[in-house]
């Protein structure tokens, strides 16, 4: 098994114990606290799990495992309460030798002018690093902060941040890392803090083409600079890596990372001993293709395992895509990783085609239909034929399906990504 340092955050794709709940502040309830910290823990383990098996070794957490864990008004010691729990996971997490994180939300801001803001942000750094403390995290484990608002005076809102910095008690201030941001605190600007104060900064590619550097250097030479902010003690030098959405909101995500401009990011990388935290909407998806993609002893059953998750989803989109990816693989000693995936995303990118949702969905009606009971089989073709005429979405066909392939416990069809997208 592959260990590269390319990792994703806070959701699985594709598997369904590792759905995360949430609630509002007038539902919490002691007991509905627990329940949901409880189910999110148990989500969280199967996550947990997931990595392990696919080789995936960097892994950002959510911040709301724990919901309201930072409030003033609430108290519940989740620590004491699910400590076996906890225990069991940060063995794992140890074990396998994943390296976790944290990145507090857009209302964690250090410097804000507002002292009960920074109080508030200061109680939400203190959640954050005692949950990395009860998974035994070491200190490379590391919270993710922006610097926060320029509120009219960038230097003095820098100071801000600096001296709300030096307030916070050590074993946070051990666990922080800053890094530029799209809007208010450029590449530079952050170096200018880190070099004040030592705390590690990570290097975010988007952000810096959306607000870039007065001094123009390079990507590559910002990484480089940014890794001589690392002390031993923090573990690898660490970026953020995406990529924006083709024809989206200026500075959006995308969907999916493409496979080939990410390998000539890689490439031109002048050290590759450092961790990479994809940001992109398809989560673990996006980490596998490019752990894979730059793998240069892949074994082809890595593609047909890809493949199987896949292949109902491309079916649904195009027929000349999924026969010339299956005939590809029948090539079992000469497979070309870029150009599946590149199929995969053309395949992806594609605009519903109803005749081949529906070749689609007869193929795992296929699967599934001997073993479904008579109204389980008249649901599914009236809701077919609903689809076809066009009085039901496809959503609705899809969701039958998935509630058959969950009764019988078809882990092939469980696992497809064809019901995710």
Same mark, same amino acid.
Do not use: R
């Given at each position: 098994? $592959?260990?590269? /340092?390319? &990792? $994703? /955050?806070?959701?699985?794709i594709g598997d369904i114990n590792t759905s995360l709940s949430r609630c509002r502040l007038k539902n919490a309830a002691d007991s509905n606290l627990r329940a949901i910290a409880l189910a999110n823990l148990l989500a969280l383990e199967a996550m947990i799990d997931y990595n392990i098996k696919q080789g995936i070794s960097l892994f950002r957490i959510s911040s709301d495992i724990i919901p309201f864990a930072s409030h003033p008004e609430i108290e519940f010691d989740w620590q004491n309460e699910f400590r076996e729990l906890l225990d069991r996971m940060g063995s794992k997490i140890k074990s396998a030798g994943i390296r976790v994180s944290m990145h507090p939300g857009q209302y964690t801001v250090l410097n804000s002018p507002h002292t009960r803001v920074v109080e508030n942000a200061a109680a939400d750094l203190q959640y954050h690093a005692e949950f %990395?403390?009860? %998974?035994?995290? &070491?200190?490379?484990?590391?919270?993710?902060?922006?610097?926060g608002g320029v509120y009219g005076d960038k230097n003095k809102a820098a100071a801000s941040f600096i001296e709300n910095f030096n307030r916070l008690p050590e074993p946070i201030q051990s666990r922080l890392v800053i890094e530029n941001d799209d809007k208010n605190y450029s590449a530079e600007d952050v170096m200018e803090i880190s070099q004040v104060t030592g705390i590690p900064m990570v290097f975010d590619n988007l952000h810096h083409l959306l607000n870039p550097s007065s001094n123009q250097l390079s990507q590559y030479k910002w990484i480089e600079l940014c890794r001589a902010t690392w002390k031993a003690a923090d573990g690898k030098p660490k970026i953020h890596y995406s990529q924006e959405k083709d024809g989206g909101i200026r500075g959006a995500h995308s969907n999916t990372i493409n496979a080939r401009r990410f390998v000539d990011f890689y490439n031109g990388l002048p050290d590759k001993n450092i961790d990479i935290m994809l940001e992109v909407k398809d989560k673990n998806l996006s980490a596998i293709k490019c752990m894979n993609a730059v793998n240069p002893d892949l074994p082809v059953w890595r593609l047909e395992e890809e493949w199987a998750r896949y292949k109902y989803l491309v079916m649904s989109r195009t027929a000349s895509v999924y026969k010339e990816i299956r005939d590809m693989l029948k090539n079992n000693h000469q497979v070309d990783t870029l150009a599946f995936y590149e199929m995969i995303d053309r395949a992806v990118e594609q605009l519903k085609d109803p005749e081949a949702q529906v070749i689609a969905a007869q193929h795992v009606w296929d699967h599934l239909s001997k073993n479904c009971s008579d109204t389980e089989k008249k649901r599914y073709h009236k809701i077919c034929r609903q689809y076809i005429e066009g009085a039901a979405r496809v959503q609705a066909l899809k969701k039958h399906l998935f509630k058959c392939a969950v009764n019988q416990d078809v882990q092939c069809l469980k696992k497809s990504y064809y019901f995710y997208f």
């Open positions: 098994m $592959y260990n590269l /340092a390319i &990792g $994703y /955050a806070c959701l699985v %990395l403390d009860a %998974l035994s995290a &070491g200190w490379e484990s590391k919270i993710i902060l922006h610097v």
